[in-house]
């Protein structure tokens, strides 16, 4: 199979995913779901006035059409109104994006260029001590709940030592800075031990491979055979990873946003929920796929320009 | 057959051998048994029958009397974090035993039968990954009603497809051993190929991935439970972190100290003993 | 002796450690290595043969191996006393290494000239990029690629396991070396893919005149091969001689048995009549070896002195040139 065909086939796949995503989010959101004129009129509403309320969210039309709908917002991301701002969730998806882009961005950014470091210098020194401890911290890093992080971070950094805003946001440049800071600090160590555990791994498979003991015996030193051999096979997961996490950087940080009251869209989900406002979850969900569904795309066909292996299969 | 089976009890003694000889291993699996207990212990009544209790002053520091102090209505942190073991216990069991029975169905019968089955199944579960697990969380919580039984199954629903991944390749690769042609040439059916002569080998994977699944979702009911989409009405340590927001800042910590600790521990020792399940079981990471 | 000597190895002894102890992999071995002959060792997989050799060039892996004892002597100087940069130039200059599985050793991301460039690069730096790269087109002709200056610019997938092989020697031979490891070159490969090889290995050695270890398991290709052998039993030379006495006049129990285990032919090709014989058993675990002769259980001679009281038998010319740890040697 040639790059071309399978670039096309690749592309053709999207289309059952998108709709499988759309019916699995109108199974839940349309099927399953509790009637959400009951949410929103409370219990004590008339039948009439719930038949009403049905008309006008559009819930008395056949199943299909509402199907279709959700379709149909996928490809136009017109996701119609909020049920409690009223405002068009475009608009509020649009509004939310910056926040959640200037915190997000560069937390993605530092977060990556630390971990890869980090690992770097863990599988160049593999198994001796410095690696058997950093492993072990990686291991008790990711055990500790991302909340405990937050809190405990918040409130030593921002509140006891005061060196950083702790609520709020600004737009434009540079005035945003101040408030991403102490959450951006936090996303990189909230980060750090399930992404070096990951990277570490990646570069010791590649370690133990055939290849480099030939590049051994060639004469090759440690730190060429790492940063050469090594890293180049490596960066085909590590690549992989990366781009397919950049979809989630959309959603921003659900917890970050809501603790540090950045007006992203993860603060915006987080909101919905409590408000119980489904159009807008239905919104970020079919988002965030669509998104996670393009960039799985990308990655596979980034594997095939980094991998010569898989070019002409 | 009988020498078959007597070469695989040898494998899964020389596993448990290998397992048994690693300390760290061995701690982990007795601070598991450990919490397990308290769980029990817990859920019976037999410590800490009534945890609404008050013990002493609003926010009473730690002391002799109460080890982890008191919160907001001067009840024991101490029962809290009790009682929030049995949550997290519940929630891991349930739900990684639920997300194991999805997991290993659906990928053994995409794995043995190929085809349009195994398409639809890859098609499903590709689906399913394109939605952020966070959302999906949410929505099924969200939808099931909030509580407890809502987590579990949402933690359940949405924790199978890593490991059915893994399955459908695994049995894949096995489906056209010797052995399972063997089977076949003595008249085995499908189930019982599948059931009996496959599945076995797999095991080993199923164990890593429940080890890792159960943290999994102990940390997952922390952030539903903060959430509010969470357990209703009784501790948990999503609730108690929850409640620690507004406590910090009057030099209140030990609550969310209490709570951190004793998910921290339990999550450790699971991550632990995965590595080491894997260790032990994984011939392939076998010399490294 | 008139041959120049190039390496000499002595009481090397290499040991490995385990999750279940420490076990000496290699024990003791002695071997010479001249110029323009080839040596080969034979044995089992876990006889200590490829540790042997990975000992020469200092690639055990460590943790958890090391080479707790003995001398290599390159060209007189001990190469486990020298630093491990020093080292390195040595390894794919003087000596040069290839391996078994020609699918995996090459680095399947860069292109074939990458990587024996990286070699020239490496151990020639006076050369202009001109000259390396037209050395790198003449290894690889001489290894027999066709169209060589098309090759350098594929990859190792679109090249086939004999022709793999092929660029690991050219790759090996890009400085020419004085020595030559070839651990199991063929084990992987089609027979005829293998004679090939062998053949190539032959011719090369004749024209640059270097020295060959070459590590197998098979007595065939030793036969083709070899000057001198040198057969491995847990850890241990159990027999050396030249390979025409040895082939003659094998003297281990061991070395017969696996003599009888290979086919052999008559002038017309076709397979002798004679039923194919194998040695009973299983090779001991290093864990839980027996007191004495290592091979005493599996052995057709076994006698009370094999089984410990004098200790294991000692490696020693029975006949002049021809060695054999035995109590009890064939006639």
Same mark, same amino acid.
């Given at each position: 199979m040639n790059l071309y065909v399978y670039t096309l086939r690749r592309l053709l796949y999207i289309i059952p995913v998108l709709l499988g995503v759309c019916a699995i989010v109108f199974f839940l959101f349309s099927v399953v779901s509790p009637d959400p004129t009951l949410i929103m009129l409370g219990k004590h509403a008339s039948v009439q006035q719930m038949e009403e309320l049905r008309r006008e969210l559009g819930l008395d039309r056949p199943w299909f059409i509402q199907y279709l709908d959700i379709v149909k917002s996928a490809f136009t991301f017109d996701f119609g109104r909020s049920w409690s701002t009223k405002q068009e969730i475009s608009t509020m998806i649009k509004q939310g994006a910056i926040p959640s882009l200037t915190l997000s961005l560069p937390a993605f950014v530092i977060s990556f260029v630390i971990s890869i470091t980090v690992s770097l210098m863990v599988a160049f020194y593999r198994g001796k001590f410095l690696d058997k401890i950093a492993v072990f911290g990686c291991v008790s890093m990711m055990s500790i709940s991302s909340l405990a992080y937050i809190l405990f971070g918040q409130w030593f950094f921002g509140y006891k030592l005061g060196w950083f805003e702790i609520s709020g946001y600004d737009y434009g440049f540079p005035d945003f800075i101040p408030y991403v800071l102490l959450p951006i600090l936090i996303w990189v160590i909230l980060g750090l031990g399930p992404e070096v555990r990951f990277y570490r791994t990646v570069l010791l498979d590649e370690i133990y491979q055939d290849y480099v003991r030939t590049a051994r015996a060639k004469g090759l030193g440690e730190h060429v055979i790492l940063f050469k051999h090594v890293l180049k096979n490596a960066l085909i997961p590590i690549i992989t990873n990366l781009i397919i996490s950049i979809p989630f950087l959309i959603l921003g940080a659900l917890l970050l946003e809501s603790f540090f009251s950045i007006p992203g869209l993860g603060a915006m989900t987080l909101n919905a929920v409590n408000a119980s406002d489904f159009p807008v979850i239905k919104a970020m969900t079919i988002l965030t796929s669509v998104a996670y &569904? &393009?960039?799985?795309? &990308?990655?596979? &066909?980034?594997?095939?320009?980094?991998?010569?292996?898989?070019?002409?299969r | 057959m009988a020498a078959v089976e007597q070469q695989s009890k040898s494998l899964w003694q020389h596993a448990m051998g290998t397992l048994f000889r690693d300390k760290m291993a061995v701690v982990s699996i007795i601070i598991i048994l450990f919490y397990v207990i308290m769980a029990a212990l817990s859920a019976t009544g037999i410590i800490v029958a009534d945890w609404t209790e008050e013990?002493?002053?609003?926010?009473?520091?730690?002391?002799?009397? /109460?080890?982890?102090?008191?919160?907001?209505?001067?009840?024991?942190?101490?029962?809290?974090?009790?009682?929030?073991?049995? $949550?997290?216990?519940? $929630?891991?069991?349930?739900?990684?035993?639920?997300? #194991? $029975? =999805?997991?290993?169905? #659906?990928? %053994?019968? %995409?794995?043995?039968?190929?085809?349009?089955?195994?398409?639809?199944?890859?098609?499903? *579960?590709?689906?399913?990954?394109?939605?952020?697990?966070?959302?999906?969380?949410? %929505?099924?919580?969200?939808?099931?009603?909030?509580?407890?039984?809502?987590?579990?199954? +949402?933690?359940?629903?949405?924790?199978?497809?890593?490991?059915?991944?893994?399955?459908?390749?695994?049995?894949?690769?096995?489906?056209?051993?010797?052995?399972?042609?063997? +089977?076949?040439? =003595?008249?085995?059916?499908? *189930?019982?190929?599948?059931?009996?002569?496959?599945?076995? /080998?797999?095991?080993?994977?199923?164990?890593?991935?429940?080890?890792?699944?159960?943290?999994? %979702?102990?940390?997952?009911?922390?952030?539903?439970?903060?959430?509010?989409?969470?357990?209703?009405?009784?501790?948990?340590?999503?609730?108690?972190?929850?409640?620690?927001?507004?406590?910090?800042?009057?030099? $209140?910590?030990?609550?969310l100290a209490a709570a951190t600790f004793a998910m921290a521990i339990v999550v450790l020792a699971f991550n632990i003993l995965g590595d080491s399940l894997r260790d032990a079981l994984d011939p392939k990471l076998k010399g490294k | 002796m008139s041959e120049e000597k190039l390496l000499e190895i002595r009481n090397l002894q290499v040991q490995f450690n385990t999750d279940r102890g420490a076990v000496t992999a290699v024990k003791g071995v002695d071997l010479d290595v001249y110029r323009g002959k080839t040596l080969g060792i034979v044995g089992e997989?876990?006889?200590?043969?490829?540790? @042997?050799?990975?000992?020469?060039?200092?690639?055990?892996?460590?943790?958890?191996?090391?080479? !707790?004892?003995?001398?290599?002597?390159?060209?007189?100087?001990?190469?486990?006393? !020298?630093?491990?940069s020093d080292m390195r130039k040595i390894r794919g200059n003087k000596i040069a290494m290839i391996f078994q599985e020609p699918m995996t050793s090459l680095n399947p991301v860069f292109t074939v000239g990458n990587q024996i460039m990286e070699v020239l690069d490496l151990h020639q730096s006076h050369l202009s990029k001109k000259q390396k790269i037209a050395k790198c087109i003449e290894s690889l002709d001489l290894v027999g690629i066709p169209a060589p200056e098309k090759r350098i610019k594929e990859y190792p997938h679109q090249l086939s396991g004999g022709m793999r092989q092929r660029v690991m020697i050219a790759m090996a031979l890009a400085c020419e070396p004085d020595i030559l490891i070839a651990d199991e070159p063929t084990t992987a490969l089609d027979v005829t893919i293998q004679a090939q090889i062998l053949e190539l290995m032959n011719s090369l050695?004749?024209?640059?005149?270097?020295?060959?270890?070459? !590590? @197998?398991?098979?007595?065939?290709?030793?036969?083709?091969?070899?000057?001198?052998v040198a057969v491995m039993y847990c850890g241990k030379i159990i027999e050396e001689s030249d390979v025409f006495t040895i082939f003659k006049h094998p003297m281990h129990p061991y070395t017969k048995g696996l003599m009888e285990s290979i086919p052999s032919f008559d002038s017309t090709g076709i397979e002798a009549k004679s039923r194919l014989k194998t040695i009973e058993g299983m090779v001991p675990s290093l864990f839980d070896l027996p007191k004495g002769c290592n091979f005493?259980?599996?052995?057709?001679?076994? @006698?009370?002195?094999?089984?410990?009281?004098?200790?294991?038998p000692v490696l020693e010319d029975l006949v002049a040139g021809h060695k054999a740890a035995c109590f009890n040697p064939l006639k």
């Amino acid at each position: 199979m040639n790059l071309y065909v399978y670039t096309l086939r690749r592309l053709l796949y999207i289309i059952p995913v998108l709709l499988g995503v759309c019916a699995i989010v109108f199974f839940l959101f349309s099927v399953v779901s509790p009637d959400p004129t009951l949410i929103m009129l409370g219990k004590h509403a008339s039948v009439q006035q719930m038949e009403e309320l049905r008309r006008e969210l559009g819930l008395d039309r056949p199943w299909f059409i509402q199907y279709l709908d959700i379709v149909k917002s996928a490809f136009t991301f017109d996701f119609g109104r909020s049920w409690s701002t009223k405002q068009e969730i475009s608009t509020m998806i649009k509004q939310g994006a910056i926040p959640s882009l200037t915190l997000s961005l560069p937390a993605f950014v530092i977060s990556f260029v630390i971990s890869i470091t980090v690992s770097l210098m863990v599988a160049f020194y593999r198994g001796k001590f410095l690696d058997k401890i950093a492993v072990f911290g990686c291991v008790s890093m990711m055990s500790i709940s991302s909340l405990a992080y937050i809190l405990f971070g918040q409130w030593f950094f921002g509140y006891k030592l005061g060196w950083f805003e702790i609520s709020g946001y600004d737009y434009g440049f540079p005035d945003f800075i101040p408030y991403v800071l102490l959450p951006i600090l936090i996303w990189v160590i909230l980060g750090l031990g399930p992404e070096v555990r990951f990277y570490r791994t990646v570069l010791l498979d590649e370690i133990y491979q055939d290849y480099v003991r030939t590049a051994r015996a060639k004469g090759l030193g440690e730190h060429v055979i790492l940063f050469k051999h090594v890293l180049k096979n490596a960066l085909i997961p590590i690549i992989t990873n990366l781009i397919i996490s950049i979809p989630f950087l959309i959603l921003g940080a659900l917890l970050l946003e809501s603790f540090f009251s950045i007006p992203g869209l993860g603060a915006m989900t987080l909101n919905a929920v409590n408000a119980s406002d489904f159009p807008v979850i239905k919104a970020m969900t079919i988002l965030t796929s669509v998104a996670y &569904i &393009i960039f799985s795309v &990308i990655t596979d &066909i980034c594997y095939t320009l980094v991998d010569p292996r898989v070019r002409l299969r | 057959m009988a020498a078959v089976e007597q070469q695989s009890k040898s494998l899964w003694q020389h596993a448990m051998g290998t397992l048994f000889r690693d300390k760290m291993a061995v701690v982990s699996i007795i601070i598991i048994l450990f919490y397990v207990i308290m769980a029990a212990l817990s859920a019976t009544g037999i410590i800490v029958a009534d945890w609404t209790e008050e013990v002493g002053p609003s926010y009473g520091s730690p002391s002799m009397d /109460n080890w982890f102090g008191l919160d907001m209505f001067g009840r024991s942190v101490l029962a809290k974090t009790i009682k929030g073991t049995e $949550v997290a216990m519940s $929630v891991g069991l349930i739900a990684s035993l639920l997300s #194991l $029975v =999805i997991g290993v169905t #659906l990928g %053994a019968i %995409a794995g043995y039968f190929g085809g349009r089955v195994d398409e639809f199944i890859v098609w499903f *579960y590709t689906t399913f990954t394109s939605i952020p697990n966070i959302m999906l969380l949410v %929505a099924i919580t969200f939808i099931s009603g909030k509580g407890l039984k809502a987590v579990i199954l +949402a933690l359940g629903l949405t924790g199978w497809v890593g490991l059915c991944r893994l399955i459908r390749g695994e049995v894949m690769r096995h489906k056209d051993r010797e052995y399972v042609h063997a +089977a076949s040439a =003595i008249g085995a059916g499908n *189930y019982r190929k599948l059931v009996r002569h496959i599945l076995p /080998n797999v095991t080993h994977i199923m164990i890593i991935n429940f080890s890792l699944q159960f943290q999994i %979702a102990i940390k997952s009911e922390v952030i539903l439970s903060y959430l509010g989409l969470g357990v209703q009405g009784r501790p948990s340590w999503g609730i108690m972190i929850d409640d620690a927001k507004l406590e910090l800042a009057r030099g $209140v910590w030990w609550q969310l100290a209490a709570a951190t600790f004793a998910m921290a521990i339990v999550v450790l020792a699971f991550n632990i003993l995965g590595d080491s399940l894997r260790d032990a079981l994984d011939p392939k990471l076998k010399g490294k | 002796m008139s041959e120049e000597k190039l390496l000499e190895i002595r009481n090397l002894q290499v040991q490995f450690n385990t999750d279940r102890g420490a076990v000496t992999a290699v024990k003791g071995v002695d071997l010479d290595v001249y110029r323009g002959k080839t040596l080969g060792i034979v044995g089992e997989s876990g006889s200590g043969k490829s540790v @042997t050799a990975l000992s020469i060039m200092r690639l055990i892996p460590d943790p958890p191996g090391k080479i !707790i004892e003995g001398h290599i002597k390159f060209k007189g100087e001990n190469l486990l006393d !020298i630093s491990l940069s020093d080292m390195r130039k040595i390894r794919g200059n003087k000596i040069a290494m290839i391996f078994q599985e020609p699918m995996t050793s090459l680095n399947p991301v860069f292109t074939v000239g990458n990587q024996i460039m990286e070699v020239l690069d490496l151990h020639q730096s006076h050369l202009s990029k001109k000259q390396k790269i037209a050395k790198c087109i003449e290894s690889l002709d001489l290894v027999g690629i066709p169209a060589p200056e098309k090759r350098i610019k594929e990859y190792p997938h679109q090249l086939s396991g004999g022709m793999r092989q092929r660029v690991m020697i050219a790759m090996a031979l890009a400085c020419e070396p004085d020595i030559l490891i070839a651990d199991e070159p063929t084990t992987a490969l089609d027979v005829t893919i293998q004679a090939q090889i062998l053949e190539l290995m032959n011719s090369l050695k004749e024209k640059m005149g270097m020295g060959i270890i070459f !590590i @197998t398991h098979d007595l065939g290709v030793v036969a083709e091969m070899c000057d001198e052998v040198a057969v491995m039993y847990c850890g241990k030379i159990i027999e050396e001689s030249d390979v025409f006495t040895i082939f003659k006049h094998p003297m281990h129990p061991y070395t017969k048995g696996l003599m009888e285990s290979i086919p052999s032919f008559d002038s017309t090709g076709i397979e002798a009549k004679s039923r194919l014989k194998t040695i009973e058993g299983m090779v001991p675990s290093l864990f839980d070896l027996p007191k004495g002769c290592n091979f005493q259980d599996r052995c057709s001679e076994v @006698t009370d002195e094999c089984r410990g009281i004098k200790g294991p038998p000692v490696l020693e010319d029975l006949v002049a040139g021809h060695k054999a740890a035995c109590f009890n040697p064939l006639k």
